[in-house]
C-alpha cells in the first residue's frame, strides 16, 4: 500500500511552523495511541504513520530532504519508529510520555493516593429481583439481602496491623505498573508484587489478610419507582464493594424482572386487556362493568352492531407517567354460544328469517377490518 503524504497524515501545511506541526501529531497520538484502542489494527497503523510522519517534520534535515526528494529523501536516515529511539515523544507529552496525560485525559491508571498506596473504588455489584406486573406499573418497595464488601473493622481499612505500615513496592518502585517494551510499543502491565497497589503491607491484619475489607451481608430497602419496564435497573450509590485502601464504595445495580400478568399486558405506557361479550351485547349494544388494573371497576359503553375484536380506548387508566398515565384499551371477544337451550335456538332461527343470511359471503377489504 502507497504512503501517504507527511503533511497530508498530520493535517498541516508546507509551511506551518514546528508548534503546529506538534500540535497536530499530539492530537492524533491521543486519538490512535494502543493504549486507547487495544487491538484495533486501523488505530495501530494510523498511530504509526503519525508517528512515522512527525519524526521526519519535525527534524528540520529530514523535512528538508523530504521536501525536495520525497520519501527518498529521508530514506536511511534513522527513519526506525520505536519508543526507546522516538527522541519527539516526552517533549510532546512531558515527563513520563504519553502514559502520564492518558491518564489526566482520559481518566486511566490507578486514581488519586493515600499514604503512598493507590486508591481505587471498588466493585459495582448487580443483584437481580422479580417484581409483580401490577408492581411494575404503580411501584413498590422491596427489600433486598446482599453481600458485599465493608471496611475491616479491625483495621479500619488500612490492611495492616496496628502499629505497623506499608512500604514502596520494590519492583514498580511505587508506580503500580512495570512497562516491557514490545518492538515499536511499550506495554504496561500491573505489577505482580503488588498488584497495582505501588505498595505492600509489612504486616497484613490478621482478619483481612492485608485487603483492608471484609465479606458481609446486608439488607436495604429498595424504591422501584412506577412504570418501571422489564430489563430495566434502579442503581442505588456506594452500596456496592468497599474500595482497597479506604478508596469508595463502587454501585449495586438492581435489574427488574417483571412477571407477566393473568390478564394484562402492557405496550410502552398503554395496558391492554380483552374481555367477553355475549352476541346479543355485541348486537344490541350494552354497558358492561370491567375491573383495572388497580382494582377499580369502571362502566364501559359497548355500542350496538360492535364486531369481534373491536378496541375500546378507556383514557387515563394505563401506566404511570410523571403526572399523567397512559390509556386503557379494551379488546371486546364476542363469544358465540357452544350449546343452545331449545329457546335460544327458536329466537337465532326466527332472527335470521327475519333479518336474513349471507349464504354468499364475499372477502372483506384487509382495510376495513381496523383493529382485530
Request: with cysteine; proline share 5%; hydrophobic share 30%.
Amino acid at each position: 500500500m502507497a504512503k501517504r503524504d507527511y503533511y497530508e497524515v498530520l493535517g498541516v501545511q508546507k509551511n506551518s511552523s514546528k508548534d503546529e506541526i506538534k500540535k497536530a501529531y499530539r492530537k492524533l497520538a491521543l486519538q490512535y495511541h494502543p493504549d486507547k484502542n487495544p487491538d484495533d489494527k486501523k488505530a495501530e497503523e494510523k498511530f504509526k504513520e503519525a508517528t512515522e510522519a512527525y519524526d521526519v517534520l519535525a527534524d528540520d534535515q529530514k523535512k528538508a530532504a523530504y521536501d525536495q526528494f520525497g520519501f527518498a529523501g529521508v530514506e536511511g536516515m534513522g527513519g526506525g519508529h520505536t519508543w526507546s529511539n522516538f527522541r519527539g515523544f516526552e517533549d510532546i507529552f512531558g515527563e513520563g510520555g504519553f502514559s502520564s496525560i492518558f491518564e489526566n485525559f482520559f481518566g486511566g491508571g490507578f486514581g488519586r493516593t493515600r499514604g503512598g498506596s493507590h486508591v481505587r473504588q471498588g466493585a459495582n455489584l448487580r443483584y437481580d429481583v422479580e417484581i409483580p406486573f401490577k408492581d411494575a406499573v404503580f411501584g413498590t418497595k422491596v427489600e433486598i439481602q446482599y453481600s458485599h464488601n465493608e471496611a475491616c473493622n479491625t483495621c479500619n481499612g488500612a490492611g495492616t496491623t496496628d502499629g505497623s505500615g506499608k512500604k514502596t513496592c520494590p519492583t514498580c518502585r511505587g508506580s503500580g505498573q512495570i512497562r516491557h517494551s514490545q518492538g515499536f510499543f511499550s506495554v504496561a502491565t500491573t505489577c505482580h508484587h503488588c498488584h497495582g497497589e505501588g505498595s505492600i503491607i509489612e504486616k497484613p491484619c490478621k482478619d483481612c489478610g492485608g485487603s483492608g475489607t471484609q465479606k458481609k451481608r446486608q439488607k436495604i430497602m429498595v424504591t422501584i419507582p412506577a412504570g418501571v419496564e422489564n430489563g430495566k435497573r434502579v442503581v442505588i450509590p456506594k452500596q456496592g464493594d468497599v474500595g482497597p485502601n479506604g478508596g469508595p464504595a463502587g454501585d449495586l445495580y438492581v435489574f427488574i424482572r417483571v412477571k407477566p400478568h393473568e390478564y394484562f399486558e402492557r405496550q410502552s405506557y398503554d395496558l391492554y386487556c380483552a374481555v367477553p361479550i355475549s352476541v346479543s351485547q355485541a348486537a344490541l349494544g350494552a354497558d358492561i362493568h370491567v375491573t383495572t388494573l388497580d382494582s377499580k371497576t369502571i362502566k364501559v359503553k359497548v355500542p350496538s352492531g360492535v364486531q369481534n375484536g373491536k378496541m375500546l380506548r378507556i383514557r387515563d387508566e394505563g401506566v404511570p407517567w410523571g403526572s399523567q398515565r397512559g390509556n386503557l384499551y379494551i379488546k371486546l371477544m364476542v363469544q358465540i354460544p357452544e350449546k343452545l337451550s331449545r329457546r335460544g335456538k327458536e329466537l337465532l332461527e326466527e332472527f335470521a328469517k327475519v333479518e336474513g343470511q349471507n349464504d354468499s359471503p364475499k372477502p372483506i377489504p384487509l382495510s376495513q377490518l381496523g383493529d382485530v
